[in-house]
């Protein structure tokens, strides 16, 4: 990664879609960003199942996908292309900025991204990484931004930033995604998840 000079990273964190947010690709989204620097920001939505099951784009990884066992759209970017993004249960591993020279081995196909989350190289045979994955998810496309192009966003309001954990990747229950994040933050965030769908019945 290049030096971050004006950027702080945010990989691994979790972008939270405020009520503010006008973008309808991103109403009510939480974004796992799985990178973050001085040349843009790349992140899936968590929280956009689709009615494509994952058997059937590829289906040797159909077995190894988490309820629901469906495509997830990560984002508008890009939508025929797939990412994988698992959890390799009870393993935090280092932190990035202390990964270089760790002797701890990832299963090979997966790159750590933060914490006990990674990318899956779909390319592999997934029977290398079934034994190491607690869970996977399959999404169709991406988020991205381009450079300084989130900072503006977040300036206007538009995210919450908030620590993720490594069940998010994995809800069983997507749709409730956005509530429960902002449910569990120790803030005036708390408050926001109980915002109506609609504000005009407010």
Do not use: C
Request: glycine residues 12%; negative net charge; without cysteine.
């Amino acid at each position: 990664m290049s030096a971050m000079t004006e950027v702080s990273s945010l990989t691994g964190r979790l972008l939270v879609a405020s009520p503010a947010l006008a973008d309808p690709n991103f109403d009510r989204a939480v974004v796992l960003l799985i990178d973050h620097d001085d040349e843009g920001s790349l992140g899936v939505v968590l929280n956009r199942p689709t009615p494509v099951g994952v058997g059937d784009i590829l289906l040797p990884w159909a077995g190894l996908a988490g309820d629901p066992g469906v495509v997830f759209q990560g984002g508008p970017v890009a939508l025929d292309s797939a990412l994988g993004v698992a959890v390799i249960p009870g393993d935090e591993g280092p932190s990035p900025r202390s990964r270089p020279g760790s002797n701890r081995a990832d299963p090979i196909g997966f790159r750590r991204v933060y914490g006990a989350i990674g990318l899956v190289d779909l390319e592999a045979p997934p029977e290398l990484l079934a034994a190491a994955l607690g869970s996977l998810r399959i999404f169709a496309g991406y988020s991205g931004w381009g450079p300084g192009q989130l900072e503006e966003e977040l300036k206007t309001g538009a995210w919450y930033v908030v620590e993720s954990e490594p069940g998010d990747v994995s809800s069983p229950e997507p749709e409730s995604l956005w509530r429960a994040v902002l449910r569990r933050q120790r803030s005036r965030l708390a408050m926001i998840a109980t915002y109506p769908d609609d504000p005009s019945l407010n």
